[in-house]
Structure formats: structure tokens, C-alpha cells
């Protein structure tokens, strides 16, 4: 089955600086690799996400890139602010009837 | 719209008992799946349903049983629960699989203890 590996488990940044996650994953067949930020206590919620046709996808501070070749995808944030502060998961989506398969987090603190 | 919901959102179990928690969506999504979060661990799915009257096993199904016998709702069922069944329940629908409509919608969660 499908293997994701999500680094760094823990990120601190300053207010305004970048963040960038890591994912890779082992099923080449894989096409769908969104991104969840979870806010302490409430449930996970889709920020962002890439199909397998495409390189890399923008919103606003937001972008996610997709190295297929490499089997990693990434999640940068630009200026971040406060707010960002959560746990972001990582998912891959296989082509066959194989639900998403998640990887094991990152909790981002941005320090003002 | 409700979104997805889950019933109860906090439950304390002795060893042993059984419980079952409610998940309903009103978006009239096919999909609909139950994942455990525990610290360290990202989300594990526990079963999952293609639609009305069926299931799946995911990646950690011991001790876990499931029903979807209408397309709102999903039930996931603990028999006899253990202290290792402690840990925070979310279930999610989705209306696709694959392609468009793949997003997964997540409830609120349920915190379960297991004394």
C-alpha cells in the first residue's frame, strides 16, 4: 500500500518568514495530494490540493509543488502570520479505490 | 446545510463496554469514511463505505464494526472497548473517489476514553 512520509514533525518560524513541508510518497500510480491545516481542537480542513497533471498550483500565500519523478510534493507558506500556527497533514490519493492515505503531521508554530 | 456531524462529541467507557458513534453528512455524498487521530500518529482510517450498504476495511479495523445502512449516515460501532480505543474519532464524506469531488469533509470528532 501506499507510504507517506511527512518532514519536519515540528517547524518554528518567525512572523513573516517562510514554511515549507515535505511529503514523498511510494505508489507511483498516485494522482490527488492535498494539504490539511488542523487548529488545535477542531477537525481538519482542506487548504489546498494538486492533481498529477500539474506542477505546482498557488493561493494567495499558499502553493503546493509536485515533483512526480521524485514522488515528493511540498506545501510553502509565504509571510506567515500567527494565525497559520496549526498542524498541517499531508495526503495521497492512489488511482485505484484506495481512500486517502495521510501523513503523520507537522505542527507549524509562528512566533510573532 | 449541517455539513458533516458527529454524535457524541466526548464519551468516557469502562473496558468493556460498547458504544456506537453517529456520523451524518447532508451533502449527499456517496463516500463516507472513520478515521482515529492519536498524538504522533496523523489520521488512521478504520473502515470506510463506497455507498449505501457497504464497507471497507482501512488500515486499522481490529476491533471496530461499521454499518451504513442509509447514505446519511455511518455508524461505527466498538463491541468491547479498550484502553487503546482511546483516542479522537473523526469521521468525512466525499462525494468522489477520484477526480473532482475527492475533497473529504470532516465532523467535528469525538474524544473517547477508555478507563
Known sequence: ?112 | NAGVTQTPKFRVLKTGQSMTLLCAQDMNHEYMYWYRQDPGMGLRLIHYSVGEGTTAKGEVPDGYNVSRLKKQNFLLGLESAAPSQTSVYFCASSSHLAGDGTEQYFGPGTRLTVT
Do not use: M
Not at chain 1, 19 to 34: E, G, Q
Not at chain 1, 46 to 65: C, H
Not at chain 1, 69 to 97: M, R, W
Open chain 1, 1 to 112: 500500500g501506499e507510504n507517506v512520509e511527512q518532514h519536519p514533525s515540528t517547524l518554528s518560524v518567525q512572523e513573516g518568514d517562510s514554511a515549507v513541508i515535505k511529503c514523498t510518497y511510494s505508489d507511483s500510480a498516485s494522482n490527488y495530494f492535498p494539504w490539511y491545516k488542523q487548529e488545535l481542537g477542531k477537525r481538519p480542513q482542506l487548504i489546498i490540493d494538486i492533481r498529477s497533471n500539474v506542477g505546482e498550483k498557488k493561493d494567495q500565500r499558499i502553493a503546493v509543488t509536485l515533483n512526480k519523478t521524485a514522488k515528493h510534493f511540498s506545501l510553502h507558506i509565504t509571510e506567515t502570520q500567527p494565525e497559520d500556527s496549526a498542524v498541517y497533514f499531508c495526503a495521497v490519493f492512489s488511482s485505484g479505490n484506495t481512500p486517502l492515505v495521510f501523513g503523520k503531521g507537522t505542527r507549524l508554530s509562528v512566533i510573532a
